[in-house]
């Protein structure tokens, strides 16, 4: 069964490093995003991604992160200055719209971010 | 602004029995709703979904009913199993639009032996 690959599966970064974690969604997907949850909270929807460029962002996807998709198969989201809220699981997922079960999404397991 | 919300942080069930996890939501415009199950250290998986046309929807053990008129949503799951043991959560869209969900805070189903 195809899966997002999200890489690296943990990172630790000092606070005001930038940081980019790297997602390889589903080849035939249109639809790329990024959501984040807090320890002990909900999942959070941050960013979505569509025909090359952002179609949404939340009120958390702020001037320090930016999203692109360099080489047409790799989707990155990166923090320019890491705060130390911004340590959270990353999640990044998927999706054909009108295909697939029930418009479901593909998520990654995940990359956790500690900053300190 | 929680337009989605899981009262119920947490359900211990005894396996065999009914498990049952309640949502709701507050924007009306919401017309796809998922449940996603996950695990520690694992993205949300996929579990099942209902569109806004139904108030019900069933895939083996799992059933999914919808009420637009109180804008609640519940997973019914029957025989509850030691394996289905995770973290539950619901998730709401508008098709129209980028297709984001909107995710519930979750709720930790236990189902003991």
Request: aromatic share 14%.
């Amino acid at each position: 069964e195809p899966e997002v690959t999200q890489t690296p599966s943990h990172q630790v970064t000092q606070m005001g490093q930038e940081v980019i974690l790297r997602c390889v969604p589903i080849s035939n997907h249109l639809y790329f995003y990024w959501y984040r949850q807090i320890l002990g909270q909900k999942v959070e929807f941050l960013v979505s991604f569509y025909n090359n460029e952002i179609s949404e962002k939340s009120e958390i996807f702020d001037d320090q992160f930016s999203v692109e998709r360099p080489d047409g198969s790799n989707f990155t989201l990166k923090i320019r200055s890491t705060k130390l809220e911004d340590s959270a699981m990353y999640f990044c997922a998927s999706s054909v719209p009108g295909q697939g079960t029930g418009y479901g999404y593909t998520f990654g397991s995940g990359t956790r971010l500690t900053v300190v | 602004d929680q337009q989605v919300k899981q009262n119920s942080p947490s359900l211990s069930v005894q396996e065999g029995r009914i498990s049952i996890l309640n949502c709701d939501y507050t924007n009306s415009m919401f017309d796809y709703f998922l449940w996603y199950k996950k695990y520690p250290a694992e993205g949300p998986t996929f579990l099942i979904s209902i569109s806004s046309i139904k108030d019900k929807n069933e895939d083996g053990r799992f059933t999914v009913f919808l009420n637009k008129s109180a804008k609640h949503l519940s997973l019914h799951i029957v025989p509850s199993q030691p394996g289905d043991s995770a973290v539950y959560f619901c998730a709401a869209s508008s098709l129209s639009g980028t297709y984001k969900y909107i995710f519930g805070t979750g709720t930790r189903l236990k189902v003991l032996a």
